[in-house]
Protein backbone atom coordinates (compact mmCIF):
# COMPACT_ATOMS: atom_id res chain seq x y z
CA UNK A 1 0.00 0.00 0.00
CA UNK A 2 1.48 3.41 -1.32
CA UNK A 3 2.25 6.12 1.83
CA UNK A 4 -1.08 8.00 0.27
CA UNK A 5 -3.14 5.39 0.25
CA UNK A 6 -1.97 4.24 3.94
CA UNK A 7 -2.93 8.00 4.97
CA UNK A 8 -5.81 7.93 3.48
CA UNK A 9 -6.87 4.48 5.31
CA UNK A 10 -6.08 6.19 8.60
CA UNK A 11 -8.26 8.97 8.06
CA UNK A 12 -11.14 6.61 6.73
CA UNK A 13 -13.27 5.97 9.88
CA UNK A 14 -13.22 9.55 10.92
CA UNK A 15 -14.83 10.49 6.96
CA UNK A 16 -16.85 7.52 6.81
CA UNK A 17 -18.59 8.98 10.57
CA UNK A 18 -18.95 12.59 9.37
CA UNK A 19 -20.56 11.03 5.78
CA UNK A 20 -22.95 8.81 7.66
CA UNK A 21 -24.01 11.71 10.14
CA UNK A 22 -24.87 13.70 7.02
CA UNK A 23 -26.60 11.23 5.29
CA UNK A 24 -27.87 8.62 7.90
CA UNK A 25 -27.84 6.02 4.52
CA UNK A 26 -24.64 3.63 4.75
CA UNK A 27 -24.49 2.91 0.75
CA UNK A 28 -24.32 6.70 0.51
CA UNK A 29 -21.93 7.27 2.79
CA UNK A 30 -19.92 4.59 1.33
CA UNK A 31 -20.40 6.58 -1.99
CA UNK A 32 -19.01 9.66 -0.55
CA UNK A 33 -15.99 8.06 0.77
CA UNK A 34 -15.22 6.41 -1.91
CA UNK A 35 -15.82 10.11 -4.04
CA UNK A 36 -13.16 11.53 -1.09
CA UNK A 37 -10.56 8.71 -1.97
CA UNK A 38 -10.44 9.51 -6.19
CA UNK A 39 -10.30 12.94 -5.53
CA UNK A 40 -7.24 12.27 -2.87
CA UNK A 41 -5.47 9.59 -5.23
CA UNK A 42 -5.88 12.35 -8.01
CA UNK A 43 -4.58 15.28 -6.06
CA UNK A 44 -1.53 17.32 -6.33
CA UNK A 45 -0.13 16.30 -2.57
CA UNK A 46 2.73 18.40 -2.35
CA UNK A 47 0.01 21.34 -2.53
CA UNK A 48 -1.14 19.77 0.42
CA UNK A 49 -0.50 21.38 3.67
CA UNK A 50 -2.73 19.28 6.06
CA UNK A 51 -3.71 16.13 4.84
CA UNK A 52 -6.83 15.40 7.50
CA UNK A 53 -8.43 19.09 6.87
CA UNK A 54 -8.17 18.47 2.85
CA UNK A 55 -9.94 14.99 3.65
CA UNK A 56 -12.21 16.51 6.17
CA UNK A 57 -13.24 19.36 4.13
CA UNK A 58 -13.98 16.92 0.71
CA UNK A 59 -15.58 14.33 2.20
CA UNK A 60 -17.70 17.18 4.06
CA UNK A 61 -18.82 18.91 0.69
CA UNK A 62 -19.30 16.00 -0.44
CA UNK A 63 -21.86 15.48 2.05
CA UNK A 64 -23.48 18.55 1.53
CA UNK A 65 -24.18 17.97 -2.40
CA UNK A 66 -25.38 14.56 -2.44
CA UNK A 67 -27.41 15.19 0.91
CA UNK A 68 -29.34 18.10 -1.21
CA UNK A 69 -29.59 16.01 -3.49
CA UNK A 70 -31.24 13.02 -1.40
CA UNK A 71 -33.58 15.88 0.15
CA UNK A 72 -35.15 16.52 -3.58
CA UNK A 73 -35.42 12.40 -3.50
CA UNK A 74 -36.57 12.13 0.23
CA UNK A 75 -39.42 14.73 -0.50
CA UNK A 76 -41.03 12.27 -2.47
CA UNK A 77 -40.92 9.13 -0.78
CA UNK A 78 -43.33 7.36 0.37
CA UNK A 79 -44.21 7.69 4.01
CA UNK A 80 -41.68 9.31 6.81
CA UNK A 81 -37.95 8.42 5.78
CA UNK A 82 -36.14 7.44 8.60
CA UNK A 83 -32.08 6.78 8.55
CA UNK A 84 -30.82 3.53 8.04
CA UNK A 85 -29.59 1.67 11.02
CA UNK A 86 -25.73 0.13 11.60
CA UNK A 87 -25.84 -3.31 13.56
CA UNK A 88 -22.72 -3.11 16.65
CA UNK A 89 -21.05 -6.85 15.74
CA UNK A 90 -19.27 -6.03 18.94
CA UNK A 91 -18.82 -3.25 21.62
CA UNK A 92 -16.73 -0.30 21.05
CA UNK A 93 -13.13 -0.93 22.24
CA UNK A 94 -11.04 1.84 21.67
CA UNK A 95 -11.93 5.56 22.37
CA UNK A 96 -11.77 6.11 18.33
CA UNK A 97 -14.27 3.51 18.49
CA UNK A 98 -16.72 4.70 21.41
CA UNK A 99 -17.03 8.24 20.12
CA UNK A 100 -17.73 6.70 16.12
CA UNK A 101 -20.77 5.03 17.64
CA UNK A 102 -21.73 7.59 20.39
CA UNK A 103 -25.23 8.75 21.37
CA UNK A 104 -24.72 11.43 18.78
CA UNK A 105 -25.00 8.32 15.98
CA UNK A 106 -27.99 7.00 17.58
CA UNK A 107 -31.25 7.04 14.88
CA UNK A 108 -33.44 8.89 16.59
CA UNK A 109 -30.34 11.28 16.92
CA UNK A 110 -29.66 11.06 12.78
CA UNK A 111 -33.78 11.61 12.47
CA UNK A 112 -33.62 14.93 14.32
CA UNK A 113 -30.92 15.81 12.25
CA UNK A 114 -33.36 15.84 9.12
CA UNK A 115 -34.79 18.91 10.18
CA UNK A 116 -31.66 20.69 9.54
CA UNK A 117 -30.96 22.08 6.35
CA UNK A 118 -27.38 20.32 4.42
CA UNK A 119 -24.85 23.47 5.01
CA UNK A 120 -26.32 24.05 9.16
CA UNK A 121 -26.15 19.83 9.60
CA UNK A 122 -22.64 20.22 8.14
CA UNK A 123 -21.92 23.59 10.43
CA UNK A 124 -23.45 21.84 13.90
CA UNK A 125 -21.50 18.35 13.27
CA UNK A 126 -18.37 19.94 12.48
CA UNK A 127 -18.61 22.29 15.57
CA UNK A 128 -20.93 19.82 18.34
CA UNK A 129 -20.05 16.28 17.11
CA UNK A 130 -16.07 16.56 16.10
CA UNK A 131 -14.91 20.18 18.04
CA UNK A 132 -13.72 21.24 15.10
CA UNK A 133 -12.99 25.47 15.37
CA UNK A 134 -15.21 27.86 13.95
CA UNK A 135 -12.71 29.31 11.58
CA UNK A 136 -12.03 25.53 10.13
CA UNK A 137 -15.47 25.31 9.29
CA UNK A 138 -15.94 28.21 7.88
CA UNK A 139 -12.68 27.71 5.47
CA UNK A 140 -14.70 23.84 4.74
CA UNK A 141 -18.24 25.63 4.17
CA UNK A 142 -16.89 28.77 2.28
CA UNK A 143 -18.60 31.12 4.75
CA UNK A 144 -17.29 33.19 7.43
CA UNK A 145 -17.09 32.07 11.15
CA UNK A 146 -19.79 35.08 11.90
CA UNK A 147 -21.78 32.86 9.56
CA UNK A 148 -20.87 29.63 10.58
CA UNK A 149 -21.55 30.67 14.09
CA UNK A 150 -25.12 31.91 13.14
CA UNK A 151 -25.74 28.54 11.61
CA UNK A 152 -24.69 26.21 14.52
CA UNK A 153 -26.96 28.46 17.32
CA UNK A 154 -30.30 28.07 14.69
CA UNK A 155 -29.28 24.36 14.60
CA UNK A 156 -29.09 24.27 18.34
CA UNK A 157 -32.07 25.18 19.08
CA UNK A 158 -33.97 23.49 16.13
CA UNK A 159 -32.92 20.30 17.39
CA UNK A 160 -33.26 21.39 21.01
CA UNK A 161 -36.91 21.27 20.26
CA UNK A 162 -37.08 17.06 19.65
CA UNK A 163 -34.47 16.65 22.32
CA UNK A 164 -35.26 14.51 25.26
CA UNK A 165 -35.16 16.86 28.06
CA UNK A 166 -32.60 14.42 30.26
CA UNK A 167 -30.07 11.80 29.35
CA UNK A 168 -30.83 8.59 30.40
CA UNK A 169 -28.08 5.95 31.06
CA UNK A 170 -28.07 3.09 28.52
CA UNK A 171 -28.38 0.37 30.80
CA UNK A 172 -31.98 1.65 31.57
CA UNK A 173 -32.85 1.47 28.62
CA UNK A 174 -31.65 -1.70 28.39
CA UNK A 175 -33.32 -2.44 31.06
CA UNK A 176 -36.46 -1.24 29.97
CA UNK A 177 -35.94 -3.05 26.31
CA UNK A 178 -35.42 -6.59 28.00
CA UNK A 179 -38.56 -6.55 30.04
CA UNK A 180 -40.38 -5.24 27.34
CA UNK A 181 -39.47 -7.43 25.16
CA UNK A 182 -40.37 -10.57 27.70
CA UNK A 183 -43.70 -9.23 27.77
CA UNK A 184 -44.07 -9.53 23.92
CA UNK A 185 -43.13 -13.43 23.42
CA UNK A 186 -44.94 -13.95 26.13
CA UNK A 187 -48.22 -11.96 24.64
CA UNK A 188 -48.63 -9.85 27.91
CA UNK A 189 -50.75 -6.83 26.46
CA UNK A 190 -50.66 -5.29 30.08
CA UNK A 191 -47.06 -5.85 30.67
CA UNK A 192 -46.19 -3.92 27.44
CA UNK A 193 -48.74 -0.86 28.11
CA UNK A 194 -47.16 -0.09 31.33
CA UNK A 195 -43.97 -0.17 30.09
CA UNK A 196 -45.48 2.88 27.29
CA UNK A 197 -45.88 6.38 28.57
CA UNK A 198 -49.62 7.48 27.70
CA UNK A 199 -48.10 9.53 24.94
CA UNK A 200 -46.25 7.27 23.51
CA UNK A 201 -45.03 7.49 19.61
CA UNK A 202 -44.66 5.21 17.14
CA UNK A 203 -43.13 6.21 13.80
CA UNK A 204 -42.28 3.86 10.61
CA UNK A 205 -40.67 3.57 7.64
CA UNK A 206 -41.95 0.89 5.32
CA UNK A 207 -40.18 2.74 1.93
CA UNK A 208 -43.53 1.49 -0.16
CA UNK A 209 -42.33 -1.72 0.09
CA UNK A 210 -43.77 -2.94 3.30
CA UNK A 211 -46.95 -0.88 4.94
CA UNK A 212 -46.12 0.67 8.04
CA UNK A 213 -47.81 3.23 10.00
CA UNK A 214 -46.38 6.54 9.27
CA UNK A 215 -47.41 7.77 12.56
CA UNK A 216 -48.94 6.43 15.85
CA UNK A 217 -49.68 8.03 19.15
CA UNK A 218 -50.96 6.39 22.59
CA UNK A 219 -49.17 3.80 24.50
CA UNK A 220 -52.60 1.48 25.05
CA UNK A 221 -52.45 2.17 21.03
CA UNK A 222 -48.81 1.37 20.51
CA UNK A 223 -49.36 -1.94 22.96
CA UNK A 224 -52.41 -3.24 21.12
CA UNK A 225 -50.10 -2.73 17.96
CA UNK A 226 -47.33 -4.99 19.65
CA UNK A 227 -49.88 -7.78 21.45
CA UNK A 228 -51.35 -8.15 17.85
CA UNK A 229 -48.49 -9.33 15.94
CA UNK A 230 -47.24 -11.34 18.87
CA UNK A 231 -51.16 -12.98 18.68
CA UNK A 232 -50.72 -13.53 15.26
CA UNK A 233 -47.53 -14.69 14.57
CA UNK A 234 -47.39 -16.64 17.54
CA UNK A 235 -43.92 -18.90 17.58
CA UNK A 236 -43.10 -17.19 14.63
CA UNK A 237 -42.43 -13.78 15.72
CA UNK A 238 -39.30 -13.36 18.15
CA UNK A 239 -37.35 -10.44 18.89
CA UNK A 240 -33.78 -9.71 20.15
CA UNK A 241 -32.34 -6.56 22.57
CA UNK A 242 -28.99 -5.70 20.53
CA UNK A 243 -26.65 -2.34 20.39
CA UNK A 244 -27.79 -0.64 16.99
CA UNK A 245 -25.77 2.85 16.29
CA UNK A 246 -25.13 2.21 19.81
CA UNK A 247 -28.13 2.06 21.47
CA UNK A 248 -30.22 -0.89 23.13
CA UNK A 249 -32.36 -1.70 20.23
CA UNK A 250 -35.23 -4.23 19.44
CA UNK A 251 -34.77 -6.45 16.11
CA UNK A 252 -38.46 -8.53 15.28
CA UNK A 253 -37.87 -11.33 13.59
CA UNK A 254 -40.61 -13.24 11.92
CA UNK A 255 -40.11 -16.76 10.57
CA UNK A 256 -36.33 -16.55 11.61
CA UNK A 257 -36.85 -13.06 9.06
CA UNK A 258 -35.84 -9.77 10.03
CA UNK A 259 -38.90 -7.73 10.02
CA UNK A 260 -37.94 -4.68 11.79
CA UNK A 261 -35.77 -2.62 13.73
CA UNK A 262 -37.16 -0.82 15.98
CA UNK A 263 -35.66 2.14 18.62
CA UNK A 264 -36.61 3.21 21.39
CA UNK A 265 -36.67 6.36 23.34
CA UNK A 266 -37.51 6.87 27.30
CA UNK A 267 -37.66 9.51 29.77
CA UNK A 268 -36.31 6.82 32.30
CA UNK A 269 -38.85 5.40 33.91
CA UNK A 270 -41.50 4.28 30.44
CA UNK A 271 -40.94 3.55 26.70
CA UNK A 272 -42.06 7.45 25.23
CA UNK A 273 -41.30 7.24 21.12
CA UNK A 274 -40.06 3.77 19.00
CA UNK A 275 -38.95 4.76 15.41
CA UNK A 276 -39.85 1.39 13.14
CA UNK A 277 -37.60 0.82 10.17
CA UNK A 278 -39.81 -1.68 8.38
CA UNK A 279 -38.49 -0.54 4.46
CA UNK A 280 -36.29 -4.20 3.69
CA UNK A 281 -34.10 -1.74 1.61
CA UNK A 282 -32.68 -0.67 4.87
CA UNK A 283 -32.53 -3.74 6.42
CA UNK A 284 -30.53 -5.76 4.38
CA UNK A 285 -27.02 -4.83 5.84
CA UNK A 286 -28.11 -5.76 9.33
CA UNK A 287 -29.51 -9.04 7.47
CA UNK A 288 -26.63 -9.87 6.04
CA UNK A 289 -24.45 -9.43 9.09
CA UNK A 290 -26.45 -11.62 11.33
CA UNK A 291 -26.64 -13.92 8.67
CA UNK A 292 -22.43 -14.27 8.45
CA UNK A 293 -22.67 -13.75 11.94
CA UNK A 294 -24.85 -17.29 12.33
Known sequence: ???????????RPRLYAIAYRMLG??????DVVQEAWLRWHGADRD????????????TTRLSIDRLRAAKAERAHYTGVWLPEPMLMAAPPSTPEQIHEMADDVSVAFLFML???????RAAFLMRDVFDADYEDI????????????????????QLRQGAPRETVPRATLQRL???????????????????LSDDAEL????????????????????????????????????V?????????????FIDGQLESVQSYETDGERLTRVLVQRNPDKLARIAAALARQG
Open 1 to 11: MTDSASLFECH
Open 25 to 30: AVAEAE
Open 47 to 58: AVQNAEAWLVTA
Open 114 to 120: ERLSPDA
Open 138 to 157: AQTLDKTPAAIRQLVRRARL
Open 177 to 195: LLTFADAMQRSDFHGLHAL
Open 203 to 238: IGDGGDKVTSFASLVGGKRLAQLFYAGKRRYRDSLH
Open 240 to 252: DVVQVNGQWTLLR
